[in-house]
């Protein structure tokens, strides 16, 4: 018998193999971790490469397009190729795995992108060109790819650092769901004041330093506050409405704040009116609630 040739998965002609064994690599690593943490993950591919990303990823209501690139971690690579499509996406991002070479186990990951909600940084105007000349000894460009060096990126060596670049933190998962629930409440009237109905679009930048007993109201009840946490039946909107209001916000993120504000609003409608200390702790809790949407976006 002949002995078969020793296959090295390193080379040009297994690409196609190896990109598809290290896809399998990185969402058995990420679904693992998340798993692990009981939080659960969508996984879906794009239908053809001009799509701009390989994977849409989405775990606690936030959606990536993820374009994913490997190489190995002793590679010398300065830069990869990256579709411009990706930066149409609303949190496109580029994963580039380093891998080794021997056990096939991701050393570490190099992360461009943003925030979650944010768009992908500017990718630069250095376009790619096919790497064989035509019979005039041109390289073409490839106007849909764009050249980023490696140094833009940031190298990320735990899983867990990854997903909270993909996925953010406890914060800034709440100020989306936060987005996400005004998205759904019915739309101002066009004589609410310009700077609620933004706010109402989640461009918590609009909120103004301070505002009038009358707009707190108002601002409170843009959202539905016993649904934003939870409150919805009728026994547990009545705990709430009978319980203690809190005076202190450190331990508050903005949907559990803005609740609060809501609930509180609706006891003293039924109670004997606000009071001075009532209006001091709207003055409070509000500023308190802008405070942490205007640093979320920034």
């Known amino acids: 018998m002949t002995a078969s040739a020793t296959f090295d998965p390193w080379t040009a002609h297994a690409s196609v193999l190896r990109e598809k064994v290290f896809e399998h690599i990185f969402l058995g690593d990420l679904t693992r971790a998340l798993l692990r943490a009981g939080r659960r993950c969508e996984v879906l591919r794009a239908e053809f490469d001009g799509s701009g990303f390989d994977l849409a990823l989405e775990a606690d209501g936030v959606l990536r397009h993820v374009q994913l690139k490997a190489m190995r971690a002793d590679g010398k690579r300065a830069d990869v190729d990256i579709h411009v499509a990706l930066a149409a996406k609303p949190s496109g991002c580029v994963i580039w795995m380093l891998v080794d070479p021997d056990t096939f186990i991701t050393t570490a990951w190099r992360w461009f992108g943003g925030k979650p909600g944010e768009p992908l940084p500017q990718l630069g105007d250095k376009v790619v060109r096919h790497a064989k000349a035509n019979s005039q000894g041109k390289k073409s460009e490839r106007p849909d790819l764009r050249k980023v060096g490696r140094g833009r990126f940031e190298t990320v060596t735990t899983i867990d650092g990854l997903i909270e670049r993909l996925f953010g933190d406890a914060h800034d998962r709440e ?83 803005w609740a609060a504000m809501f609930v509180e609003h609706r006891r003293l409608r039924f109670g004997s009116g606000e009071s001075k200390d009532d209006l001091r702790w709207f003055a409070d809790a509000y500023a308190r609630l802008r405070s942490i949407l205007v640093s979320a976006i920034r």
């Open 175 to 257: 100020v989306l769901g936060l987005r996400a629930h005004l998205a759904r409440q019915p739309a101002l009237p066009p004589s609410a004041p310009a700077w609620m109905r933004l706010v109402q679009q989640g461009m918590f930048d609009a909120l103004p330093e301070q505002i009038d007993p009358d707009e707190s109201v108002d601002l409170a009840h843009i959202v539905d506050g016993y649904a934003l946490v939870g409150l919805e039946t009728p026994d547990a909107i009545q705990m709430a409405l009978a319980g203690r209001r809190p005076d202190n916000f450190d331990d508050l993120g903005p949907a559990a704040l």
